[in-house]
């Protein structure tokens, strides 16, 4: 049995594999203490298999707070787990978009299954999952209705604003004046594919492009990356928000037969 522990800096993730296998799979949101919620979402897998700690025989960590998981044998970047990940589960994928709660990166993967480029934005969480929960909670909006809304909208507003800080006042003051919600969330879903296409373009567009990470599971943001992008995302196998933690489980058991 091997782990594989994505420690983000919204939620912590950890898959357990036998083989090629999921056996569990758990995801915890967390708002402080991460070495805690790694060790917290790690039990819960355990309990989810019907699992003790002795029987995990290696285990790999990545993410944001990678070194901050105790019980982690080895660490891995995160960029590698997301390539074992597609390796396995989506070929086909070529450029692999992954937007999560703090940061965004962009890589390119060859045919033999080789990152060839990559880039990341991770000093600044405009455009991320972070961002978008401030807008949210400036409209008084759950995450669901930032997601869906945008494809109610008549007349989405601009979001000109780069920083989040005066984005959020900028959010305010179209309220204030009386636009609609579903304007101004068309709006910021429109801002966000706006960062996520520069990052993108950074490297080489090869389709298939796939999209990981918790912004992924907003559709406003899906759909206009697509139009920002003039492509159709892929299809994944699996939850968008374990490919970190299961390609770390794939790379714990690499390692340690290589021990």
């Given at each position: 049995?091997?782990?594989?522990?994505?420690?983000?800096?919204?939620?912590?993730?950890?898959?357990?594999?036998?083989?090629?296998?999921?056996?569990?799979?758990?995801?915890?949101?967390?708002?402080?203490?991460?070495?805690?919620?790694?060790?917290e979402v790690f039990e819960k897998a355990l309990s989810k298999a019907g699992l003790?700690?002795?029987k995990i025989d290696y285990c790999v960590s990545t993410g944001f707070g990678k070194k901050a998981v105790s019980y982690a044998d080895a660490v891995s970047p995160e960029v590698i787990c997301l390539n074992r990940a597609f390796r396995l589960?989506?070929?086909?994928?070529?450029?692999?978009?992954?937007?999560?709660?703090?940061?965004?990166?962009a890589l390119n993967i060859s045919d033999i299954g080789k990152v060839i480029n990559s880039t990341a934005n991770e000093k600044c969480?405009?455009?991320?999952?972070?961002?978008?929960?401030?807008?949210?909670?400036?409209?008084?909006l759950s995450l669901d209705q930032v997601s869906r809304l945008p494809f109610e909208a008549t007349d989405p507003v601009a979001i000109t604003s780069q920083c989040?800080?005066?984005?959020?006042?900028?959010v305010i003051?179209?309220?204030?004046?009386?636009?609609?919600?579903?304007?101004?969330?068309?709006?910021?879903?429109?801002s966000v594919a706006g960062k996520v296409s520069s990052l993108v373009r950074r490297i080489s567009l090869d389709e298939k492009v796939a999209m990981v990470g918790g912004v992924?599971?907003?559709?406003?943001?899906?759909?206009?990356?697509?139009?920002?992008?003039?492509?159709?995302?892929?299809?994944?196998?699996?939850?968008?928000l374990i490919y970190g933690a299961f390609g770390a489980a794939l790379m714990a058991e690499e390692k340690h037969k290589a021990v």
């Open positions: 049995m091997y782990a594989g522990c994505d420690l983000g800096t919204v939620t912590a993730k950890v898959v357990i594999i036998e083989g090629n296998d999921i056996v569990a799979a758990m995801i915890l949101p967390y708002k402080n203490l991460p070495k805690q919620a790694a060790v003790t700690p002795d589960l989506n070929t086909d994928v070529r450029t692999i978009i992954d937007v999560g709660g703090q940061n965004m990166r969480a405009s455009g991320t999952g972070k961002f978008i929960e401030v807008m949210a909670r400036a409209l008084e989040g800080v005066f984005a959020e006042s900028e003051t179209h309220v204030n004046d009386g636009k609609e919600k579903e304007n101004i969330v068309a709006g910021i879903a429109l992924s599971l907003n559709t406003g943001v899906v759909k206009s990356v697509e139009n920002e992008l003039g492509i159709k995302l892929a299809e994944l196998e699996g939850d968008p």
